[in-house]
């Protein structure tokens, strides 16, 4: 009997079994998650967010930016320059900037001397009137030792004038255009001493750690023997030496190589005592291996490996050279006028009975405590940031 042939009526391809359920349908493939990105930071950038949070640290850093930025526009931010004095208002005392309707301005003095004591005395003088103006025309200059000019950015609208903003010293001259312009000495000084104690260190300490055996001796009582001498004597030994014919800026770079043969031991100890521990260092065997020299070794791959200690230690350094130079030039062994730095100025605060009636001498003194303290708060943080051991 033959096989039934289907219905031609009926469309196969539309047709479900009559029995079971519907099958479902397969699930959408699920979207493959992104990509992990993964983000290295440098040991730079790991240093300068733990600085960041140091809020110490910050405004140290903020003021060491400042005083630097006014000792390198010192001409421009300085009223007057360090040859202007005007010997009738010798002590003057500070004036007071006001302001009325017809502008910014201070007002003169009126000086009477003792018949008995010969003592100078002023009384401020409502009748003299003295304009002040931002951005006045005053004496010529060169601004950053390049660019002829003649703007100064506060002083009297009246060249011939003269204001005495922070009070005058025993000579007339302005305190304040003193103190501007003693900034660019007393912190450059501390760069160049701290740059030159640097090399010293690095050099003496990295010779020291990488060779050790006799060399390592012979060095060690070197950096002992210098460690011994009393600081004092040795730098009022020393500056005494410098011969007196000598110009002011030939004493200047004398002072810093003074200050930077005496600066050098402790950093030297230190690295020495680092390479101590990193010579066994398979990276520092790797090098000598592949045959690199020991200048190669230590300056490439010796030194960069604790590099950051070592800008901690750069930091810290510069509040002693400054007060070194401050010591030697307030004892009148240092700098000498006509070089103004904040040691010399404080020459005149010497005397106690010019301090009862010009307190304003100590000014320098106090900048000298503001720009240590801002170099030591930002040297600590720097240190702290550096620290790989610091939790």
């Not at 009748?127 to 950015?153: A, C, K, M, T, W």
């Not at 760069?191 to 990488?210: E, K």
């Not at 007060?323 to 605060?349: H, I, K, M, N, R």
Request: hydrophobic share 45%; net charge negative; aromatic share 10%.
């Amino acid at each position: 009997m033959p096989a039934e042939l289907p219905d031609p009526t009926i469309d196969l391809s539309t047709s479900r079994p009559a029995e079971g359920p519907a099958p479902s349908p397969e699930p959408a493939p699920s979207p493959e998650p992104p990509a992990e990105r993964r983000y290295t930071a440098s040991q730079w950038r790991l240093v300068w967010w733990r600085f960041r949070s140091h809020k110490l640290a910050m405004a140290g850093a903020a003021v060491v930016l400042l005083l630097y930025l006014v000792a390198l526009f010192a001409d421009f931010l300085a009223p007057y320059g360090t040859e202007r004095f005007d010997g009738d208002h010798t002590y003057a005392p500070p004036q007071t900037l006001q302001l009325d309707g017809d502008g910014l301005h201070v007002h003169g003095y009126t000086a009477t001397v003792d018949a008995d004591t010969y003592e100078q005395t002023y009384t401020e003088d409502p009748e003299q009137r003295v304009s002040v103006g931002f951005f006045v025309r005053g004496e010529e200059y060169r601004l950053l030792g390049l660019i002829p000019f003649d703007r100064h950015l506060i002083g009297p609208t009246d060249p011939d004038a003269t204001v005495y903003l922070l009070g005058g010293d025993r000579t007339g001259h302005d305190l304040l255009s003193l103190l501007i312009h003693g900034t660019r000495v007393s912190m450059t000084i501390g760069l160049v001493g701290v740059a030159l104690a640097f090399a010293l260190g690095v050099v003496v300490g990295g010779i020291s750690g990488y060779v050790g055996g006799t060399t390592d001796t012979l060095l060690q009582r070197l950096v002992e023997f210098f460690m011994s001498i009393p600081t004092l004597p040795l730098w009022l030994g020393l500056a005494a030496a410098l011969p007196y014919e000598w110009g002011p800026i030939q004493r200047y770079f004398a002072i810093t190589v003074i200050l930077a043969i005496i600066g050098w031991t402790d950093l030297a100890r230190v690295v020495r005592g680092r390479f101590l521990s990193l010579r066994g260092e398979d990276f520092v065997t790797s090098a000598r291996l592949d045959g690199c020299r020991p200048p190669r070794v230590i300056f490439r791959h010796m030194l960069p490996s604790f590099s950051s200690h070592l800008i901690a230690s750069l930091s810290l350094s510069i509040p002693g050279m400054i007060l070194a130079e401050t010591s030697l030039s307030f004892l009148g062994l240092g700098l000498q006028s006509p070089v103004v730095s904040w040691g010399v100025l404080l020459q005149d605060a010497q005397n106690v009975r010019v301090l009862t009636s010009a307190p304003w001498l100590l000014v320098p003194g106090l900048a000298v405590v503001v720009a240590v303290l801002a170099l030591n708060f930002a040297g600590d943080g720097l240190r702290d940031a550096a620290d790989p051991y610091r939790k």
